[in-house]
């Protein structure tokens, strides 16, 4: 269990709908980055937050946006969904300060399917 | 930003062979180059890393292998078990690992 918790871990919806994944990073961690994983495919980074604060930004779409809250918490919406968004999606956090050795440690995983 | 190669794509080898992945990376201002393994179903979790001022790491049966001046870096596996068999990214990333960016991953099998 690396500490990082994300919900829902499955969730199948329809094309054109909108979810909400979440995220908890590890107790301390103020870091918290999404990837996106398609099938047989590779870790897509998607945005990178620290404190609440957008630090890094990727391949991500219009239609996706993310925010960190106060409590450290995150969120990535998925909006207009089409077929091809289905896909593994991490989330993954990092420790602060003179703790970070620049490992990243991996939720378990939402798995979207788009219908 | 940060673009890394990974090569193979597949790689099967038997029981008690080596394997090695090749990667490359494109930012000359990366630092950091850690590998992920992915088992099936399962997260990425770290194996093993180099920073850009180490040449060369080494953990048990794993080891990395970085070259600063071609800009790739590689991990090698020797005396490959079943229990190796997984996903295996690499990736880069600069001081303050705001954007890691990963490699397309290598499907290793090893077969007993």
């Known amino acids: 269990d690396s500490g990082v918790t994300q919900t829902p871990k499955h969730l199948i919806t329809a094309t054109g709908q909108r979810v909400t994944l979440r995220c908890s990073p590890r107790s301390g961690d103020l870091s918290v980055y999404w990837y996106q994983q398609s099938l047989d495919q590779g870790l897509q980074f998607l945005i990178h937050?620290?404190?609440?604060?957008?630090?890094a930004k990727g391949n991500i779409l219009e239609r996706f946006s993310a925010q960190q809250f106060p409590d450290l918490h995150s969120e990535l919406n998925l909006s207009s969904l089409e077929l091809g968004d289905s896909a593994l999606y991490f989330c993954?956090?990092?420790?602060?300060?003179?703790?970070?050795?620049?490992?990243?440690?991996f939720g378990e995983g939402s798995r979207l399917t788009v219908l | 930003g940060e673009n890394v190669e990974q090569h193979p794509s597949t790689l099967s080898v038997q029981e008690g062979d080596s394997a090695v992945i090749k990667c490359t990376y494109s930012?000359?201002?990366?630092?950091?180059f850690p590998w992920y393994k992915q088992e099936l179903g399962k997260r990425p979790q770290l194996i093993i890393d180099i920073r850009s001022n180490v040449g060369e790491k080494k953990d048990q049966r794993i080891a990395v292998t970085l070259n600063k001046t071609a800009k790739h870096f590689s991990l090698h596996i020797t005396e490959t078990q079943p229990e190796d068999s997984a996903v295996y990214f690499c990736?880069?990333?600069?001081?303050?690992?705001?954007?890691?960016?990963f490699g397309a991953g290598t499907r290793l099998t090893v077969k007993p």
């Open positions: 993954a956090s990092s420790p602060r300060g003179q703790a970070n050795t620049g490992e990243l440690f």
């Open positions: 990736a880069a990333s600069k001081s303050g690992n705001n954007d890691m960016r």
């Open positions: 930012d000359s201002a990366s630092n950091y």
């Open positions: 937050y620290y404190n609440g604060e957008e630090r």
